[in-house]
Nanobody, 120 residues
Framework: QVQLAESGGGLVQPGGSLRVSCAAS????????MEWFRQAPGKGLEWVSG????????YYHDSVKGRFTISRDNDNYTLYLTMNNLRAEDTALYYC?????????????WGQGTQVTVSS
């Protein structure tokens, strides 16, 4: 069955960096677009970034553009989100998701999330 498992979250100071990972299994990873979402305390789910199946094209929410980088390793079935110049408002539970084929960035399978806290 499809499984997605995030890791790498933690506590980081404002201006710091962190890389979160998502290990995928149960499907042919290289056939699917993948994406990251986040949910801050008391707020709704927010799409953060997406990447095409081969990794050639990447997309970002305006709030993270220039600071976050999405990437993937298709040989090792892993999705990454590298986050630089982190801000307090980036504090959230970060989820990876397999993209539901079709227009837009809806996910059809999700991981359990990894917590990122930005605080001094």
């Amino acid at each position: 069955q499809v499984q997605l498992a995030e890791s790498g979250g933690g506590l980081v100071q404002p201006g710091g960096s962190l890389r979160v990972s998502c290990a995928a299994s149960g499907f042919t990873f290289s056939n699917y677009y993948m994406e990251w979402f986040r949910q801050a305390p008391g707020k709704g789910l927010e799409w953060v970034s997406g990447i095409t199946s081969g990794g050639a094209l990447t997309y970002y929410h305006d709030s993270v553009k220039g600071r976050f980088t999405i990437s993937r390793d298709n040989d090792n079935y892993t999705l990454y989100l590298t986050m630089n110049n982190l801000r307090a408002e980036d504090t959230a539970l970060y989820y990876c998701a397999r993209n539901l084929p079709g227009p837009g960035w809806a996910g059809d399978y999700w991981g359990q999330g990894t917590q990122v806290t930005v605080s001094s």
